[in-house]
């Protein structure tokens, strides 16, 4: 168990489709860690009224279903491309919603240290670096996996083409970005059971303070 003095927060990126929150699930299996999970909290934050009322002012009611919740796919075609409405769109909505997520990532960090029961925290969050809060974390993780097979898994669990991943990923910083800006990489090529593995000894040397 670590010291409550330190409870390490490991931020865990990747490509689109890199299966890094399959690789935080198996770790959530088999080590005593806490996961936190950015892109559901994105989803919770589109529900607080403030995040709907300001959206709703900058992308209008069109980005609304008929239950008043907002339309992921809807705005993602507004947000998600390489024209300058759609940075300028995304640029909009994170304003909106990356102070919100990062306060609940905040409260969600503090409650796990304060609790005394995990040994790490895992922030799983698709933008971490974009966001800015890689400066929550004591160490941040790269999951490397090929376009080949990116494209595999996204086309099987997302239904998504290579021109939907390319513009998905076209929002992100790149992957030579996000790999330098990390502190290990795990290699996602093989069994899960191998990758879980890599990132069980990356754990274990950042609880102990090794790395």
């Given at each position: 168990?670590?010291?409550?003095?330190?409870?390490?927060?490991?931020?865990?990126?990747?490509?689109?489709?890199?299966?890094?929150?399959?690789?935080?699930?198996?770790?959530?299996?088999?080590?005593?860690?806490?996961?936190?999970?950015?892109?559901?909290?994105?989803?919770?934050?589109?529900?607080?009224?403030?995040?709907?009322?300001?959206?709703?002012?900058?992308?209008?009611?069109?980005?609304?279903?008929?239950?008043?919740?907002?339309?992921?796919?809807?705005?993602g075609?507004?947000?998600?491309?390489?024209?300058?409405?759609?940075?300028?769109?995304q640029?909009?909505?994170?304003?909106?919603?990356?102070?919100?997520?990062?306060?609940?990532?905040?409260?969600?960090?503090?409650?796990a240290?304060?609790?005394?029961?995990?040994?790490?925290?895992?922030?799983?969050?698709?933008?971490?670096?974009?966001?800015?809060?890689n400066?929550?974390?004591?160490?941040?993780?790269?999951?490397?996996?090929?376009?080949?097979?990116?494209?595999?898994?996204?086309?099987?669990?997302?239904?998504?083409?290579?021109?939907?991943?390319?513009?998905?990923?076209?929002?992100?910083l790149?992957?030579?970005?996000?790999?330098?800006?990390?502190?290990?990489?795990?290699?996602?090529?093989?069994?899960?059971?191998?990758?879980?593995?890599?990132?069980?000894?990356?754990?274990e040397?950042?609880?102990?303070?090794?790395i």
């Amino acid at each position: 168990m670590s010291t409550p003095d330190f409870v390490p927060v490991i931020g865990l990126i990747g490509g689109v489709g890199s299966g890094k929150s399959a690789v935080a699930r198996w770790i959530g299996d088999h080590k005593n860690v806490v996961i936190i999970d950015g892109d559901s909290i994105g989803h919770q934050v589109l529900e607080i009224p403030k995040t709907k009322e300001d959206i709703r002012r900058r992308f209008s009611e069109s980005v609304f279903n008929e239950q008043g919740c907002v339309d992921r796919n809807v705005l993602g075609r507004l947000v998600f491309g390489s024209a300058a409405e759609h940075r300028q769109a995304q640029t909009n909505l994170e304003q909106i919603v990356h102070p919100k997520i990062r306060k609940e990532i905040i409260n969600q960090i503090q409650d796990a240290r304060s609790s005394g029961n995990y040994e790490a925290i895992i922030l799983d969050a698709a933008v971490l670096l974009e966001a800015g809060w890689n400066d929550l974390c004591n160490a941040v993780v790269f999951v490397e996996a090929s376009e080949e097979c990116r494209l595999k898994r996204v086309a099987q669990s997302r239904g998504w083409n290579e021109k939907t991943l390319k513009t998905r990923e076209a929002s992100q910083l790149s992957l030579d970005e996000k790999r330098k800006a990390s502190d290990q990489v795990i290699y996602n090529t093989g069994t899960l059971q191998e990758s879980g593995a890599q990132f069980e000894n990356i754990l274990e040397q950042i609880i102990n303070q090794q790395i």
